[in-house]
T-cell receptor
């Protein structure tokens, strides 16, 4: 059964820093990996989706990478801003519905 | 953009009541999902549906049922609400074409007293 782990559970950084969020998964037979953002009390918003044949995807200040062989994905946020403060979740899609990590709660301090 | 609408943002119910949570999508997505989210436990899949009148159990279906009579609507039913069902409930849809992006509704916060 697929397991998705996100470390650390919480992260606090000063504004302007570049940062990396980590996601690891146990079964490399995935179709894609998706990164989401969740603001407190709200639903999830899709940020980036990486197909299994791809190595990375970029959207603005966000860059997500995928290494299936090592079972890892990273979300890189450049020049962080207080508005980036939220919980970030990754999810893997395979033969079963998406499996989510528990998320990393990011705080960007002005 | 796909819009996924959950009918109630906040509900307060009493133990033993029957609760309906409604989810409606405005695109022709085949797949719909119900998750619950709890602190420290993350998102857990309750039920999902690949098509009208079809349903599959997720990881934690006990105490829940679902209904999908029309493609755009997927309902989660708590036959007899209990306090341990106090949670945030999230509906999502997925289309098996192109990018296969999972799209979520805003969530329904249910409190069972």
């Amino acid at each position: 059964k697929q397991e998705v782990t996100q470390i650390p559970a919480a992260l606090s950084v000063p504004e302007g820093e570049n940062l990396v969020l980590n996601c690891s998964f146990t079964d490399s037979a995935i179709y894609n990996l998706q990164w989401f953002r969740q603001d407190p009390g709200k639903g999830l918003t899709s940020l980036l989706l990486i197909q299994s044949s791809q190595r990375e995807q970029t959207s603005g200040r966000l860059n997500a990478s995928l290494d299936k062989s090592s079972g890892r994905s990273t979300l890189y946020i450049a020049a962080s801003q207080p508005g980036d403060s939220a919980t970030y979740l990754c999810a893997s899609a395979g033969n079963t519905p998406l499996v989510f990590g528990k998320g990393t709660r990011l705080s960007v301090i002005a | 953009d796909v819009k996924v609408t959950q009918s109630s943002r906040y509900l307060v119910k009493r133990t033993g009541e029957k609760v309906f949570l409604e989810c409606v999508q405005d695109m022709d997505h085949e797949n719909m999902f119900w998750y619950r989210q709890d602190p420290g436990l993350g998102l857990r899949l309750i039920y999902f549906s690949y098509d009208v009148k079809m349903k599959e159990k997720g990881d934690i279906p006990e105490g829940y049922s679902v209904s999908r009579e029309k493609k755009e609507r997927f309902s989660l039913i708590l036959e007899s609400a209990s306090t341990n069902q106090t949670s945030m409930y999230l509906c999502a849809t997925l289309r098996y074409s192109g990018a296969n992006v999972l799209t979520f509704g805003a969530g329904s916060r249910l409190t069972v007293l």
